[in-house]
């Protein structure tokens, strides 16, 4: 059967489809690279849809060929309650994009899904997920140390752009699991998925009335014994992005008919000159690079950082579907505020705050009503009253417009909830998952 999308590998198409869904990024190989499992704390890069650690900064500990940066500076001791674990999803649970599946429940193995393109998780085995609070002095220690990662990572013989690099905060695993993409030429036409999952080499067959149908699948190797969940479904991370060159010159409150209009953005930012010899990184899908260009865009900082969760912790029930077009109007629509420190911007810390409290506390429930959105002011000169420089700011509690809910940035505490939010179940808002075998 053709691959899907020819032009675009299956790990992209994989990461799109379901990168909106909350859980993290999607990886299209789960399985430890090089033996090495996915820790809390690693640094490292996402690479044709496996994650590539190279150092953790909790452990001290270097991978593989790669060595400590030089200089290199632990992640302060952290207190065991700012991990929160727990189980995601039962064994035999299946998480997909497409808006729904129809099956027979006496044949849950036989369902019906849209036409299209869309992404399928199989998972097997029970999930757990384990994530680190978001908290001001993680960032801060992020954004002290990532030109230290870069410079080593760089001088060790590959090269690739800072971005690139990532912080691992939390991810979700497994013992076992499938992954598929399945593509068809019209999205009216369903697709018929049948198979059987609980053999020991799964697979699954795609069939159609008419039309042209593609599809990819990969399973874990269930002729390994794994005592441990090591399989990697989804990760969260952080990074840090540059001011790119073509903004760099732009006044920081510039109205939006002075910014460029982004037709040529890869090219003005400059292109890698790498030495001979150097492996070049291939760019991955993230959604997170509109972000960043909100950032830029909306004030002055040389650098933001942004993580995969401030795109759910803002959703206020808007479907954006990974779709980059739809996170841009969200952002022009919400006007998100956004932090200073050090001359990096940050998405408010208080939204990916209120998030991981409503996901180890489960206080926020999904069937709850989001806040109406307050729609930020803007000053005379065209800039966003919603940023906040936290150098020149003596509390740390701050009113953001976008969630009007008051959040303790510095213990994480919520001490009016009054405005509840989609975060615990944020899942079940924008993409199908059920238990089907």
């Not at 998780?121 to 030109?147: G, M, Q, W």
């Not at 691992?168 to 999205?187: E, Q």
């Not at 699954?204 to 479904?233: F, M, Y």
Request: charged letters at 25%; glycine letters at 8%.
């Amino acid at each position: 059967m053709p691959r899907v999308q020819r032009d675009v590998p299956p790990w992209e198409i994989y990461a799109e489809k379901l990168m909106h869904c909350g859980y993290g990024y999607p990886l299209w190989h789960p399985e430890p690279h090089n033996g090495i499992e996915v820790s809390i704390g690693d640094v490292g890069v996402v690479q044709n849809g496996s994650f590539i650690p190279m150092f953790n900064t909790i452990k001290g500990v270097a991978y593989g060929e790669w060595t400590l940066p030089l200089d290199f500076e632990e992640l302060p001791q952290l207190n065991p309650q700012l991990f929160a674990e727990y189980l995601e999803y039962s064994g035999g649970g299946i998480i997909t994009d497409a808006r729904y599946m129809h099956g027979d429940p006496s044949n849950p193995s036989d369902f019906v899904m849209p036409g299209g393109s869309h992404a399928i998780t199989f998972i097997r085995d029970d999930a757990r997920s384990s994530n680190l609070a978001r908290l001001k002095f993680v960032d801060r220690y992020v954004i002290k140390n990532l030109p230290s990662w870069y410079d080593s990572v760089t001088v060790q013989g590959d090269a690739f752009r800072r971005e690139d690099i990532v912080f691992v905060n939390g991810f979700t695993k497994t013992k076992s699991w499938g992954v598929a993409v399945y593509s068809i030429d019209s999205p009216r036409i369903d697709v018929q998925i049948s198979g059987n999952y609980r053999e020991t080499w799964p697979s699954i067959h795609a069939t159609v009335d008419h039309g042209r149908l593609s599809l990819e699948q990969r399973w874990s190797p269930d002729d390994e014994v794994r005592e441990q969940a090591n399989q990697c479904l989804f990760l969260h991370y952080m990074k840090v992005v540059h001011r790119p060159f073509f903004l760099q010159r732009l006044a920081a409150h510039a109205g939006q008919d002075t910014l460029p209009n982004g037709r040529n953005k890869d090219k003005d930012a400059g292109e890698n000159i790498l030495p001979s010899g150097k492996h070049v990184w291939s760019k991955n899908y993230d959604p997170l690079d509109t972000l960043f260009e909100y950032i830029f865009e909306h004030s002055d900082v040389e650098a933001a950082l942004v993580c995969d969760e401030d795109l759910p912790s803002m959703n206020h029930n808007f479907e954006w579907s990974g779709d980059a077009g739809k996170v841009k109007e969200f952002l022009t629509r919400h006007m998100p505020r956004i932090e200073i420190f050090d001359k990096v911007g940050m998405i408010s810390a208080g939204m990916a705050a209120l998030r991981s409290y409503a996901r180890e506390t489960e206080y926020l429930r999904h069937d709850s009503k989001p806040a109406q959105a307050e729609p930020s002011r803007t000053e005379q000169d065209g800039s966003d009253v919603g940023a906040v420089d936290l150098e020149q700011d003596s509390g740390d509690v701050h009113h953001y417009s976008a969630s009007k809910v008051e959040v303790v940035l510095g213990d994480m505490t919520i001490p009016d909830a009054t405005h509840t939010y989609p975060g615990s179940h944020v899942h079940e808002r924008w993409c199908t998952s059920i238990g089907v075998f």
